[in-house]
């Protein structure tokens, strides 16, 4: 996409931009904050990642056995800053779609809600989930913040893409060291 619009990054493509929602990721690779312009690099993205981008996902070793063995046991949710195609469409492509109660994404509301802490409400609302038995689980702090805004507990994915993060303002933290790690929460 970069290439195609003669953008030089700057900064590494590599797994720190994974997460993030796509326009503040596309402005902070290109250094383009012109709307019209991110528009056009995420029209691009969108149109290669809706149709093959979605099949180079990366299953963390271990991560199927662990969520077959949670969908057993619990309500499995997804709330997502992905966009809610290709969302759909990497849990159709892994056979996981089945494993999900519900796949939420700020765009899988019109309007679209204004953030992550905004789409875990909903979804606590609409499934009439009590927040004090429910578990959000998540990689970078922006997981743990909205997860603590709806009053959830959180559950910190060491390996996931977020990196280290300090644990302490959010409910009685849980740390899972690996996948392996999810088959012995609570349900």
């Given amino acids: 996409m970069l290439q195609q619009h003669g953008i030089t990054p700057l900064v590494p493509l590599d797994s720190r931009l994974i997460g993030p929602p796509l326009l503040p990721t596309l402005a902070r690779i290109s250094g383009v904050s012109a709307p019209d312009v991110l528009d056009t690099l995420a029209a691009t993205f969108k149109a290669w990642y ?10 963390y070793p271990g991560i199927d056995a662990a969520l077959h063995a949670l969908a057993d046991r619990a309500a499995l949710y997804i709330v997502t800053n992905k966009r809610i195609h290709p969302t759909r469409q990497i849990l159709d492509h892994l056979g996981w779609a089945p494993l999900f109660t519900g ?17 875990i409400g909903q979804v606590l609302s609409i499934h009439g989930i009590d927040p004090t038995s429910a578990l959000y689980i998540g990689d970078r702090a922006e997981d743990g913040e909205a997860a603590t805004a709806n009053g959830l507990r959180f559950a910190w994915a060491t390996w996931g893409y977020g990196g280290g993060l300090d644990l302490s303002p959010f409910i009685r933290p849980i740390t899972l060291e690996s996948p392996e790690a999810l088959r012995t929460l609570p349900a």
Avoid: R, W
């Avoid at 809706?50 to 299953?59: A, F, K, L, R």
């Avoid at 796949?103 to 789409?119: C, E, G, I």
């Fill in 50 to 59: 809706d149709t093959e981008g979605y099949t180079h996902t990366v299953v």
């Fill in 103 to 119: 796949v939420y994404a700020q765009d899988a509301f019109a309007p679209p809600l204004p953030s992550k802490a905004a789409v």
